[in-house]
């Protein structure tokens, strides 16, 4: 039976730190959203990570604007993984738990594959059905594992955060051919500054004086963290690793976001360890490891 080849270090290694990233994103976002409204934390997000990447274009050596010709591509680009994806995601966080959030973004691979699949543009190939269902019962075992009543949690957040991750799937399926021809860096610049500029309609309505008199030094740092690591970082080492290797095969490596999202809670905030997380961990890691072949 022929196998894929493995990834190459450099691209394991982005995938690695961005999974890293999106476990403490959730947290903080999780956290933000307690002394920031949702609409106002995902303007300054999305306004604030845009001029950082404004301020990188000049250090591109070449290619600073995309070509005329993309600029349909990018507009959709920038209302996926800006307003539609930010927005949704914020929101539902801020009624559901960091966790859910976590838990949620694992079906990442699925809607990837599936969709590759549906648009032709991957193999429907039985190992890596098992692979991602292997992964995917991981996802159950530390969503249920604390028994149904628990995981029901607050279900209109959760199903926004779903719509969120709907828009990561289509963003992250037909971003990487354009990750390829451009580059990582780029296609994640260019996205991040048109949904930075979408975003700007809303500002003279959310952004206040009061408003930003009330954020607390913590939601400041979460905001930090938010722009600089996971809208800029994160996102340059996602479209750096789309740009390399297929869409799924970088978007199986999200069933590891539960894992070391629950590992970073149990770090940060104390949470215990239970069976729950011990088994799943397992299935997942098994998951992602059948779905490479």
Not at 101 to 125: D, N
Not at 130 to 146: K, Y
Request: hydrophobic share 60%.
């Amino acid at each position: 039976m022929s196998t894929a080849q493995p990834l190459p270090r450099v691209v394991l290694g982005a995938i690695l730190v961005q999974i890293a990233i999106s476990a403490g994103t959730h947290l903080a976002a999780k956290q933000a959203t307690l002394v920031i409204a949702p609409v106002l934390l995902a303007t300054l997000r999305l306004v604030l990570a845009a001029a950082v990447f404004l301020l990188l274009l000049p250090f591109f050596r070449e290619h600073r604007l995309p070509p005329r010709k993309d600029w349909g591509k990018l507009l959709v680009f920038g209302l996926l993984a800006g307003p539609v994806n930010q927005g949704l995601f914020l929101y539902g966080l801020a009624r559901s738990r960091a966790t859910h959030g976590g838990l949620l973004y694992a079906l990442t691979p699925i809607g990837v594959y599936l969709l590759g699949i549906a648009l032709k543009r991957e193999q429907a190939k039985p190992i890596r059905f098992v692979g991602i269902a292997l992964a995917f019962a991981g996802v159950l075992v530390l969503l249920l594992g604390r028994g149904l009543q628990d995981a029901r949690g607050p279900l209109v957040g959760d199903l926004f955060i779903l719509g969120a991750v709907a828009a990561w799937v289509v963003w992250t399926t037909e971003s990487r051919p354009f990750s390829a021809e451009h580059g990582g860096l780029r296609t994640a610049a260019w996205s991040m500054i048109v949904g930075g500029v979408l975003m700007l309609p809303v500002v003279p309505f959310v952004v206040t004086t009061e408003a930003l008199v009330a954020i607390t030094p913590v939601g400041w740092w979460c905001l930090a963290f938010l722009v600089l690591l996971s809208s800029v970082v994160s996102y340059a080492l996602w479209s750096f690793a789309l740009g390399r290797v297929p869409a799924s095969r970088v978007a199986v490596f999200s069933n590891f976001q539960p894992v070391a999202t629950a590992l970073l809670a149990w770090a940060l905030l104390d949470e215990p360890l239970g069976w729950e997380v011990a088994i799943g961990g397992v299935l997942v890691l098994a998951g992602v490891r059948l779905a490479q072949r």
